[in-house]
């Protein structure tokens, strides 16, 4: 006979009108809400009489808060329907089907409607206390391919990795893992094409939003070409640059003396050294390496990595620091890992790119969550956000006038949670 605390002897109702599935959502909303994202998107982004032109920031923020809480389809956005789960968000839930409307009816100037947008929240954000200040602040811009699926995504196509998808390009901070920027690519486009023109933009943000030290970028080879260095140089970046094996950077490279070479840390089998010349008027650092041991045989000649720098320093720790590019992808995994760009839900490149735009601000409002609630320093897994502050059962009640968020007893994150909570609620209101 069945025990009676056996799941078979339960019996399962749909109807509790006051339960939340994603409670911890309370936090990201605030915080909006302290940023006045929906009174921004209101203001910046019209739509004209094109279809879903109505209350945008309303349809904006039901899309943050979605991807937020997991969703990487318009669909996904019905979870924030249920039960009482809009009370905790401060505005209407808004019904996938105006959302997707509300998407197809962007054009190129909408979206960069929306970037204006990002650059108005991101400057709010900063002053609120999630920004560099006057302090140093590195960026990193790479690319990424976001794979689709289906005939009928515009601009998708087969690129370098023979996935069918988009190639967006994406700044990031490294510190923390926000996205400064990005920008909607088709899947032919080349990791450098309009490099340029996202480098000016990218700089130009960031110090109208409140970054007033010295700015470091940082980029692979698909980015180093003449004019990206240009535009560095003339809003005084410092750049860290990886270049391709040209025949003038590998004359470059030949031509160092044996004696110039530094030893540096590598793994157990192997071997690296530093050294650097000169290329273009510009610092080349480059770094050899090779396999010692039985598996040398496999590799057993030098294989270097060179990058142009015009930063001061040694070449020992540029080098380090260059290698530290590859925090970009951090960000990158969280962007696509269960949210946001794991999916291009659109078959127009218009509304996908607005998708991207809203995505990373669902991003970056989890970033400020944890730098301004929680006091953080350095990146912060979003999944780990995701499962200790917001996917929290809870349960909506009335008392005195007052409603009162019933969350699980003995939670382990219950202290973060509040104390995240009095901090976002300081932050003074926008709007």
């Keep these: 006979m069945p025990s009676s605390h056996s799941p078979d002897r339960l019996v399962v109702a749909f109807d509790d009108t006051h339960a939340i599935a994603n409670a911890g959502l309370l936090l990201p909303a605030t915080l909006a809400q302290r940023l006045g994202i929906e009174a ?50 401060g505005h209407r839930v808004m019904a996938p089907s105006t959302l997707g409307t509300f998407l197809r009816g962007f054009t190129f100037g909408h979206v960069r409607q929306l970037d204006r947008v990002a650059e108005t929240v991101l400057a709010r954000a900063w002053a609120g206390g999630a920004g560099p200040g006057d ?41 923390t893992g926000e996205v400064l920027h990005a920008r909607q690519r088709t899947g032919r486009a080349a990791s450098g094409r309009g490099a340029e023109r996202f480098v000016n933009e990218v700089a130009g943000r960031v110090r109208r939003a409140g970054a007033s030290g010295p700015l470091v970028l940082r980029a692979d080879s698909g980015f180093w070409s003449a004019k990206v260095l240009a535009a560095c140089r003339r809003h005084d970046l410092r750049f860290s640059i990886t270049v391709r094996q040209t025949t003038t950077v590998a004359a470059a490279i030949a031509a160092i003396s044996e004696d110039a070479w530094q030893a540096i840390d590598y793994p157990d089998g192997g071997v690296a050294q530093v050294a650097e010349t000169t290329l273009g008027g510009d610092r080349l650092i480059v770094r050899r390496a090779r396999l010692t041991g039985p598996q040398a045989t496999l590799w057993p000649d030098w294989r270097h990595h060179a990058f142009v720098t015009n930063r001061a320093g040694g070449a020992v720790d540029l080098d380090t620091d260059h290698r530290r590019h590859a925090v970009c992808e951090l960000a990158i995994r969280d962007l696509k890992d269960g949210a946001g760009l794991r999916h291009c839900p659109s078959g127009s490149f218009l509304a996908n790119a607005a998708w991207l735009v809203i995505a990373t601000l669902a991003h970056n409002l989890l970033r400020w969550v944890a730098a301004i609630g929680l006091g953080g320093t350095g990146q912060v897994v979003a999944k780990t956000l995701r499962r200790r502050l917001l996917r929290l059962p809870g349960r909506l009640t009335r008392s005195a006038r007052r409603l009162l968020l019933h969350l699980p007893s003995d939670w382990p994150w219950a202290r973060q949670f509040l104390v995240a909570l009095v901090h976002l609620r300081a932050v003074p209101l926008r709007s």
């Excluded at 289906?150 to 901070?173: E, V």
Aim: one cysteine or more.
């Design 40 to 89: 921004v998107v209101d203001q910046l982004v019209d739509l004209g009489r094109r279809p879903g032109h109505h209350r945008p920031g309303r349809k904006a923020l039901t899309l943050i808060h979605a991807i937020i809480a997991g969703a990487d389809c318009i669909d996904d956005a019905d979870l924030l329907r249920t039960g009482s789960t809009g009370h905790v968000l």
């Design 135 to 175: 302090g140093p602040m590195t960026i990193d811009v790479d690319s990424t391919i976001c794979e689709v699926h289906g005939d009928h995504k515009g601009g998708a196509a087969y690129g370098y990795t023979r996935q069918l998808g988009y190639h967006p390009l994406l700044a990031t901070r490294a510190d």
